[in-house]
């Protein structure tokens, strides 16, 4: 799987939109971009993912760059139950035989303030 | 959307015995199933992948005698801690993939929390 790069941590004020960028110059033209979120001492938590188009859920909205070689996350409203660590991660197309796993980086700690 | 349980939560057991961790599946059919381990202030580590009927697939360093993986139906894999030592203390993490409409994304499990004293 691509690597990913993110900002170590971020700050944001509650109510304030949150814009978490990400870095996977050496993605696939078939690989899909997934973000996922881990609040202290639970699992992780699926947000949104997105392959070319940019795209929008109740959570959340993805921004991927034309080139596909970045993307940005965005948290239109944050609030303090937001705080989280953030993961950016480059997933390998269906069928392939690492399909379905996941490689973490550090991830980005957003810290929502109020 | 799809939800996938761990048990248990938390366990704290005495070094030297063994302790088995659940993951479920509960609405949706996991032909594959990921196990992840994570210590404290760190990233999730994969560990191994279990598929259903087969054996699972370890990840490079990776000892399969002491973490033995099950996945018996296409709702249910264990992963069994062997003669658990204080440095398998850990955060253990399990995720699904399940087929059909389901097959994009992975959801993870709860976590559970595993103390060896």
């Known amino acids: 799987d691509a690597k990913t790069t993110q900002p170590t941590s971020m700050d944001c004020a509650e109510g304030r939109a949150a814009n978490l960028p990400c870095n996977h110059s050496t993605i696939s033209g078939n690989e899909y971009v997934y973000w996922y979120r881990q609040i202290h001492s639970q699992g992780p938590q699926y947000i949104i993912h997105?392959?070319?188009n940019n795209e929008t859920n109740e959570m959340a909205s993805l921004i991927i760059t034309e080139d596909r070689k970045s993307s940005t996350l965005i948290l239109p409203h944050a609030t303090l139950r937001d705080t989280a660590v953030y993961y950016c991660i480059v997933r390998a197309p269906a069928g392939g035989t690492s399909y379905g796993k996941l490689t973490f980086g550090q991830g980005t700690i957003l810290t929502v303030h109020p | 959307g799809a939800v996938v349980s761990q048990h248990p939560s938390w366990v704290i057991c005495k070094s030297g015995t063994s302790v088995k961790i659940e993951c479920r599946s509960l609405d949706f059919q996991a032909t594959t199933m990921f196990w992840y381990r994570q210590f404290p202030k760190q990233s999730l580590m994969l560990m191994a992948t279990s598929n259903e009927g087969s054996k699972a697939t370890y990840e490079q360093g990776v000892e399969k005698d002491k973490f033995l993986i099950n996945h018996a139906s296409l709702t249910l894999s264990t992963l069994t801690v062997t003669s658990a030592h204080p440095e398998d203390s850990s955060f253990y993490i399990c995720?699904?993939?399940?087929?059909?409409?389901?097959?994009?994304?992975?959801?993870f499990g709860e976590g559970s929390w595993l103390t060896v004293v």
């Open positions: 997105g392959l070319k």
């Open positions: 995720s699904a993939r399940g087929g059909g409409e389901l097959g994009n994304t992975i959801y």
